[in-house]
């Protein structure tokens, strides 16, 4: 018997997919979050908008408030950690968190070097705005991937280029020969290793999840249309009117993403969804998504 | 032609299509009731069985896949699945679709770090199979018509009560696939009574 093994940490990805997780700030917001249907939540101390808005530095969240909300729900418990921060990701794993996301989101601890998450039982997920990313991040062990998107904004223009250019270079390298992957490798700066496990797969062997701007039920499911596995929702439903309503909605769009007459009827009456900033007017420093490498 | 569905509301629906094709047989994601109809057997996939209890309600798809039962038509519950099959839940006073007469504990071996990986012997199915166990239920109480097919440390992991298949672990995410074969046989010749 063993435990952390691939199988078993992007095993439990997979079981997350078609589905919605939702970030929350505490145990309320992961009781609503559970009653609604999410595959999972995102234990931290603020969603992104709001991390956005305080600025500073923006770390992992109080062990207490990870530790209320799960707590208080039998789905599994996500949170995050800086990137390249190994003690922040085994406080958490010690914790017995069931995924931390090495993120973006929170300022990063290390500019050069993300985590050896091959070191790690807990399973990784990481965001990711190419393949290449994509691919260097699964070369260090992710057992999942996000696209970075731009978080915190409301606006799912980041993501959508996201998952586009992931996917149309994962269709590239399945088509080529393979005496080609290794130039390709080099130009992606990707490990040739798993640029071969994806032409043998013919898709990434990792689930890859839309994240970074997912606002609307309409926005979840174009994500879901565009290849997404699932959908991560971090400042758009607690930031909404009727949090219970939004979050059931969403995850209604990502299960039946292209049934367009019922997404038409969850999405009335939502109320304002978060107001979304406009990507050109955020400042170099402001872009989360060009954290990391 | 054998005819299996995956219920694909959430969760791992596309391995076990793979598990299925490779066994010969056609596979069909279900994501509406109506579907049920066309299908032999089904296959209540892993996932988050909270998640896909929601869904079933909102689609309404319980009565449909009680009365899938009630046909005789077989059914088999991987992981979440075998949550949604159990006719009683540990902590819970009420079950899903309660078909199969277990009582299963829900996330029984710990948190995702205790997530593992072990070798089975399966009655009936394989000496030593691969099991993927992923914040896994258990079966802790099976009734006298049940019949248990494997034990992982004294905790009953896979079990059939005529009909219906469950299991902890998660069969589809490796490339052994003797225990959905074992299913697929398990539909046959369910199949091959309603004819005669």
């Known amino acids: ?293 | 032609m054998i005819r299996i569905g995956v219920l694909a509301l959430q969760g791992a629906v596309r391995e076990h299509m793979r598990s299925l094709e490779a066994c010969g047989v056609e596979a069909v994601a279900i994501k509406r009731k109506e579907e049920l109809n066309e299908v032999d057997g089904l296959i209540l996939p892993g996932g988050e069985s909270t998640a896909m209890r929601r869904l079933i309600d909102k689609y309404d798809f319980m009565d449909a896949l009680k009365d899938f039962a009630r046909v005789g038509k077989p059914m088999f519950g991987t992981c979440a699945g075998l949550i949604l099959l159990a006719k009683e839940l540990e902590g819970y006073s009420e079950p899903h679709i309660g078909v199969m007469d277990i009582k299963v504990e829900r996330n029984s071996f710990g948190r995702q770090v205790d997530s593992f990986e072990a070798d089975l012997a399966i009655k009936d199915v394989a000496d030593s199979f691969p099991a993927v166990f992923i914040r896994a239920p258990h079966i802790v109480e099976a009734g006298e018509n049940v019949e248990i097919l494997s034990k992982h440390n004294d905790r009953i992991v896979a079990a059939r009560e005529g009909q219906f298949l469950g299991c902890s672990f998660h069969p589809e995410l490796t490339d052994n696939h003797r225990l959905t074969a074992y299913f697929v046989d398990m539909v046959k010749e369910a199949k091959a009574k309603h004819l005669v």
């Open chain 1, 1 to 293: 018997m063993i435990t952390g093994t691939d199988l078993v940490k992007r095993g439990m990805a997979e079981m997350q997919k078609g589905g919605v997780i939702m970030d929350v700030v505490n145990a309320e917001q992961a009781k609503i979050a559970e009653e609604a249907g999410a595959v999972a939540v995102m234990a931290l101390e603020r969603v992104p908008s709001d991390i956005r808005a305080a600025g500073g530095v923006a770390r992992m969240a109080d062990p207490r408030i990870i530790e209320a909300v799960m707590g208080a729900v039998t789905i599994p418990v996500m949170a995050k950690g800086r990137i390249g921060h190994i003690v922040e990701a085994r406080i958490l794993e010690a914790m017995g968190v069931d995924y931390i996301d090495e993120s973006e989101v929170l300022t990063p601890a290390d500019e050069e070097f993300h985590l050896n998450k091959r070191d790690y039982t807990v399973p990784f997920v990481c965001g990711c705005r190419d393949l290449g990313e994509a691919a260097r991040r699964i070369g260090e062990g992710a057992s999942m991937l996000r696209t970075k998107g731009e978080p915190g904004t409301g606006n799912i223009v980041e993501a959508v280029r996201h998952i586009r250019k992931v996917n149309a270079q994962v269709r590239k390298v399945v088509a080529m020969n393979e005496d080609e992957l290794m130039t390709e490798a080099k130009l992606l700066g990707a490990p040739y290793e798993i640029l071969l496990e994806i032409k043998r797969l013919g898709h990434l062997p990792v689930v890859n999840f839309a994240a970074g701007g997912v606002a609307t039920p309409a926005d979840a499911a174009l994500m879901m249309q565009l290849g997404a596995d699932g959908v991560f929702v971090g400042s758009g439903i607690f930031k909404s009117e009727n949090p219970a309503k939004f979050a059931r909605a969403i995850v209604e769009a990502t299960t039946h993403f292209q049934d367009y007459k019922l997404i038409a009827e969850l999405s009335k009456d939502l109320g304002t969804p978060m107001k979304g900033i406009e990507i050109s007017s955020l400042a170099p420093e402001a872009r989360m998504q060009d954290r990391g490498w």
